[in-house]
């Protein structure tokens, strides 16, 4: 599916987690890069910085490019290679104070990450203790033509291993629900959106789907607990072929449950074209 996987390490487990992860979601004649990014380019730096890389590219069994970048933090480093190295996906770890079994970021990596020229997956803590072959594939859907695009990515990802596709829509709690003051029909109208969103789900062939009422956020984080990895495109604004972080996709990088794939605006996965990609269910 990925062609081109650049893996952010630093010695580690959250680095070893993505370097699992990405073995997993890389084509198998693709290639590999593992980069770690330091502050300073002394001499004794640069050699101890490609000491471990060759621990962690020897470690986890992989064939790699090994990279030494500079910069001024971890994920300003691994935005500029992916830019420059013409990655498809950009592979990161959990970040420490995270639970195990979540997939987060710590601020600054999100905030240097937005942005990014290509797909970003972030691998949920432990990951590389359990890498089994993808067996439930998760995709946010709503019924538009980006969310198809989610979708065929999550098929894509699940026909390498005959995995289940699963798909959610969420039907959004409208924002009157927050002034406390119900508006006549409300109730109706939420009933007639669930129906119209189930049996749209109920159509989609070769896909388990369903419909469920809530915040966005909070229910595809929660859906993350039966999925393998979560699939959800990223704003629908902002520089072509970029991806740009919502609210959703910003809430699932410090909540998800399971691996998640953020997928970028306007470029189809695996290609460099400026094709329509994800935007998950507004993520």
Request: charged share 25%; glycine share 10%.
């Amino acid at each position: 599916m990925f062609d081109n996987v650049l893996v952010g390490v630093d010695g580690r487990p959250s680095g070893r987690d993505a370097i699992a992860l990405a073995t997993q979601l890389m084509d198998p004649d693709g290639r590999l890069t593992l980069v770690h990014v330091h502050h300073g380019d002394v001499a004794e730096e640069r050699r101890d910085t490609r000491e471990l890389l060759e621990r962690e590219r020897d470690r986890a069994g992989v064939e790699a490019e090994l990279v030494s970048a500079v910069a001024a933090n971890p994920g300003r480093g691994l935005h500029q290679q992916a830019d420059e190295r013409g990655a498809d996906l950009l592979v990161v770890g959990s970040c420490s104070r995270g639970v195990l079994g979540r997939a987060m970021l710590g601020d600054d990596t999100r905030a240097s990450l937005n942005g990014a020229p290509c797909a970003v997956a972030i691998a949920s803590r432990g990951y590389v203790e359990h890498p089994a072959p993808l067996a439930n594939v998760g995709v946010a859907y709503n019924g538009s033509p980006q969310s198809e695009v989610a979708l065929a990515a999550a098929r894509e990802l699940a026909a390498r291993t005959r995995a289940t596709v699963h798909a959610v829509e969420v039907v959004a709690i409208p924002s009157v629900a927050y002034t406390g003051i119900v508006a006549p029909g409300v109730g109706e109208t939420i009933d007639a959106m669930l129906d119209e969103a189930s049996s749209r789900m109920r159509e989609m062939p070769g896909v388990e789907g369903r419909a469920v009422y809530g915040l966005a956020g909070e229910e595809l984080a929660a859906f993350g607990e039966q999925l393998d990895i979560l699939v959800v495109g990223s704003r629908g604004y902002g520089p072509m072929r970029r991806l740009i972080i919502g609210s959703t996709s910003a809430y699932l990088q410090r909540h998800a449950r399971c691996p998640l794939l953020v997928l970028p605006r306007l470029a189809a996965v695996g290609e460099r074209d400026p094709k329509p990609i994800a935007s998950a269910a507004a993520a």
